[in-house]
Structure formats: C-alpha cells, structure tokens
C-alpha cells in the first residue's frame, strides 16, 4: 500500500515533467512577417532575408505577407489582433513611430498593442541634388537656402513619411526658409530632380544609388551617424555647425501581438541574433544598403518610444495635420 507521503512526493517529482510535456514547443507551425509595404522595398528584401534564415535554423516555413495600405494600419491591425503565441510577427520601422502622431483615427496603440522583439537592421537617409546642380556640397546647398529664404525646393515622397519628417526636421534645425514639396513616390522625386522642378530632395539611399552611381543623381551627404562606407568622402549631416546632435535612420525591426509570452520573444529574438550575426547574411542585407543590427526587446521598445516622441514633436512643429 502506498502511503499518503509518498503520492505527495511522487506528485512533486511528477509536475516539473508534466509542465514540460504540456508545453508546446516554439515554433510550432509556419511563422508569418506581415508587412506594411508592397514587394521589393527595403522592409520587405529585409523580412525575406531574415526570414529565409530563421526558416532554415527552425525547419519551419516563414510566410512574408505585404499588406500595404492605410499608412501601415492593415498591418498593424491584423497583428495586434493575431494569436499572440509568436507565429504572427510585424515588420516595424519608422513609420510605426510616425503613426503614432500623424493618424488621429489609429486603431492599435504602438507601444501597448505590439511587443518588440528585436532590431533587425537600419539604413541611411541621403541628401541629393541633381548631377548638373550647381551646388557640390551640403555645406553649399545649406548656404544657398540660408542666403535666399524661400527659393529652395526640397523633395519627398509621401506627407508623413520618414523622409518627409526628416526633410522637415532638417529645416528646422538648419535654419533653413525652405519649401518641403512631397510626390507620391520616388520615381516621381527623381523626376522632378533631373527635370529642374526641385533642388534637392531627401530619400533612402539604397532605392537611388543606381542613379547617383550613374551620376544623374550626386549625394551630398547622409543623415545618421557614419559617413557611407562605399564613398567615405560623403559627410554626415551632424558634421556640420550647428548640427551635431542630427541624427536620423531608418530601421526596420520585428514585433508580435503584445500578450506574447516573454519565453517566446526571448526565444525569437536570441535566434533574430543568432541569424543577424551570420556573415553570409550581412553581406546579403548590406546589399540593399541595410547595415544589419540586432537588439534585445527592451533596447528596441526605447528605439521606438525614443522615435515616436520626436516625430509626434516634428509633426506639430511642423503643423502637419492628422489624418
């Protein structure tokens, strides 16, 4: 007969296996990235990348998902929403933080509604003029703006956008009496550049290297904090007086719905690290101009609280009107 002490004993040792059993392991099925872009685009070569590689280190499928539309607010929606169990993860980025202050109507909060998980790499912001453009340096057109109030033409795309908040916040804090003019892509910036109707316009530098490579285009400088490895003669922004706390990135990063378990977003972002640190796959982002760079979850949810206080403050300085 087994007395009451040993079922309670038995009982014990048996708890910690059952708890284990019980658990599911993660991932348990394909993951998917949805993304806030459409195909070929920095965040979406970025999510492929980084999801082929954590496809082959788990043996399970990693489904990209472009869900463009609504200033990144489809995406959001179906992630905040999603099954918080780290299947469903969002590709963030800067327009995350932008959502926060330009969309009145926003149906998910981005710092409650997401948990973050890890960096995955960031990317430079250029300052371009024309091949022909008379202006050489930043140090030129910058003076060039100063000298005429009014008379420099300054192009973006989107109204609300990184380049346009970071067009503006340029003006700011360079003094500048200039005309921030936003175009609904890039393609129609470049235009507008070679065809004389802008002087200078502010975009990420991967999309346009090949026309700054085939001199249609000439880089002035950029807007983080290394000067660009490929042409290192390229200033910063914050090289020049008075500049020197200007600073902005671009980054792409992954959440997933905000009740995720704390053992999952350790899990996907120690393997984010594990992938990013990868030289085959630095190489591969580096390709499309990303720098790739990992992070734990707290280190991101301060990038991203960091960025929605400064943009939310761009935007009303700038009196752009939510949407």
């Known amino acids: 007969m087994i007395h009451r002490r040993q079922l309670l004993q038995a009982a014990v040792c048996a708890t910690p296996w059952m708890g284990v059993l019980a658990q599911t392991p993660f991932p348990s099925k394909p993951l998917r990235i949805i993304v806030p872009f459409g195909p070929g685009g920095v965040a979406d070569l970025t999510a492929r990348t980084v999801g082929q590689a954590l496809a082959q280190a788990w043996g399970q499928p990693v489904v990209v998902d472009n869900r463009p539309g609504a200033g990144g607010m489809v995406a959001g929606e179906l ?46 912001m250029a300052v371009v003029v024309p091949g022909n453009s008379p202006h050489k340096t930043l140090a030129d057109l910058l003076a060039f703006g100063r000298a005429h109030p009014g008379q420099l033409n300054i192009g973006t795309v989107n109204i609300g956008s990184t380049q346009h908040l970071a067009a503006e916040l340029l003006r700011t804090q360079a003094n500048l009496i200039a005309q921030i003019i936003p175009y609904n892509g890039t393609p129609a910036v470049i235009n507008a550049l070679r065809g004389g109707q802008l002087d200078a316009a502010v975009e990420i530098l991967g999309p346009i290297k090949p026309q700054i490579n085939g001199k249609a285009l000439r880089l002035l400088g950029v807007m983080g904090t290394n000067r660009p490895k490929d042409q290192p003669q390229v200033p910063v922004v914050r090289e020049l007086p008075g500049l020197s706390h200007f600073n902005v990135s671009s980054w792409n990063a992954l959440a997933a719905p905000g009740k995720t378990p704390k053992a999952v977003l350790d899990r996907l972002s120690a393997e984010v690290a594990k992938v990013l640190a990868d030289p085959a796959l630095v190489q591969r982002l580096a390709g499309f101009n990303v720098q790739a760079q990992a992070s734990t979850p707290g280190q991101l949810a301060q990038l991203l609280d960091s960025d929605i206080k400064r943009w939310t403050e761009v935007i009303q300085k700038a009196g752009i009107a939510q949407q």
């Open 79 to 124: 992630v905040a929403r999603a099954e918080p169990d780290g299947h469903t993860l969002l590709l963030m980025s800067n327009a995350t933080a932008v959502s926060a202050g330009l969309f009145k109507g926003l149906t998910f909060n981005p710092r409650t509604d997401f948990a973050p998980v890890s960096l995955l790499g960031v990317f430079d």
